[in-house]
Nanobody
Framework: QVQLVESGGGLVQPGGSLRLSCATSGTILRINAMGWYRQAPGKERELVAVTTSGGGTNYADSVKGRFTISRDNAQNVVNLQMNSLKPEDTAVYYC??????????????????WGKGTLVTVSS
């Protein structure tokens, strides 16, 4: 069964930096895209950044120039380097992957998987 596990969240002062990581487990044949979403209190979940298997990236306008997404295809890990953090970046950050992997029954399936999230709090 494929699982995503985020790490690296925490409390940081405005202007500071954090690095989030998302590791995968389970048997994965192919990852088409991996990315990060966030959900602030009282708001809908939104895309932060995504990277495709071909190396393309896409960022939310609110984080362009401050956040960088990177991916290790060999390890199936995706990272999010967050610099110049602002209080409005406070949210639970979720890892997401669009992939082909084997489920608990050994069946190859196309999946859209989510991690459980990691909290990022930007506050003085």
């Amino acid at each position: 069964q494929v699982q995503l596990v985020e790490s690296g969240g925490g409390l940081v002062q405005p202007g500071g930096s954090l690095r989030l990581s998302c590791a995968t487990s389970g048997t994965i044949l192919r990852i088409n895209a991996m990315g990060w979403y966030r959900q602030a209190p009282g708001k809908e979940r939104e895309l932060v950044a995504v990277t495709t298997s071909g190396g393309g990236t896409n960022y939310a306008d609110s984080v362009k120039g401050r956040f960088t997404i990177s991916r290790d295809n060999a390890q199936n890990v995706v990272n999010l380097q967050m610099n110049s953090l602002k209080p409005e970046d406070t949210a639970v950050y979720y890892c997401n992957a669009d992939l082909q992997g084997f489920d608990s029954g050994g069946i190859l399936r196309s999946m859209n998987s989510w991690g459980k999230g990691t909290l990022v709090t930007v506050s003085s």
